[in-house]
């Protein structure tokens, strides 16, 4: 295993501290779900841009590579993908479904789930409420990890939490 895999590993299992707005749902040794929804100060035109282009919310700390940038091809089969400057290249996840500004689906193993035997559906719903927007997320995952899946669903979780409050920031600051 790389140090870099081992390391995401384990920012990934020691992150502790996950926002009030997700929890974990379910988890078992065959899978987990988690998810969530935060209220957004903006508009669902501005959440919805912001969510679709990822490289201006997803932490450069949850990143495979150094110097990289992502991008969402909201296609269907379309890649949620990391580039490095040298080159390298990471597909996250991909696009399954595409409601313009209302629902995205992708499936796919986020950070090191890409190199277990699992994979999941991570849904995003967007609706406004009054002047703000409420986005609703889950990440269902199933498949075999060696020692079971349950012990990724809370930092999973933490994970996805921290990103959508990235999210929220971006989208609320209008930037």
């Not at 935060?38 to 959440?47: E, F």
């Not at 390298?88 to 313009?100: D, F």
């Not at 190199?115 to 986005?135: I, N, R």
Request: include cysteine; charge should be negative.
């Amino acid at each position: 295993m790389s140090r870099r895999l081992i390391s995401a590993a384990i920012t990934l299992l020691t992150l502790s501290a996950a926002p009030a707005l997700a929890e974990v749902k379910s988890a078992t040794p065959g899978g987990f779900e988690v998810g969530g929804s935060v209220t957004i100060s903006a508009p669902p035109a501005r959440v919805w841009a912001v969510l679709s282009t990822p490289d201006t919310w997803w932490s450069r700390d949850h990143r495979w590579f150094s110097h990289s940038t992502l991008s969402l091809d909201l296609a269907p089969g379309g890649c949620w993908c990391e580039k490095a400057a040298d080159g390298r290249i990471s597909r996250h996840l991909e696009t399954a479904l595409v409601e313009p500004g209302s629902r995205l689906v992708l499936r796919g193993g986020l950070g090191p789930l890409q190199g277990q035997g699992a994979t999941g559906g991570l849904t995003f719903d967007l609706k406004a409420e009054g002047e703000d927007s409420v986005l609703t997320w889950s990440y269902i995952v199933g498949g075999y990890t060696p020692g079971g899946l349950e012990a990724w669903a809370a930092p999973v979780d933490g994970v996805l939490s921290a990103q959508l409050v990235n999210l929220k920031t971006r989208a609320e600051s209008g930037d």
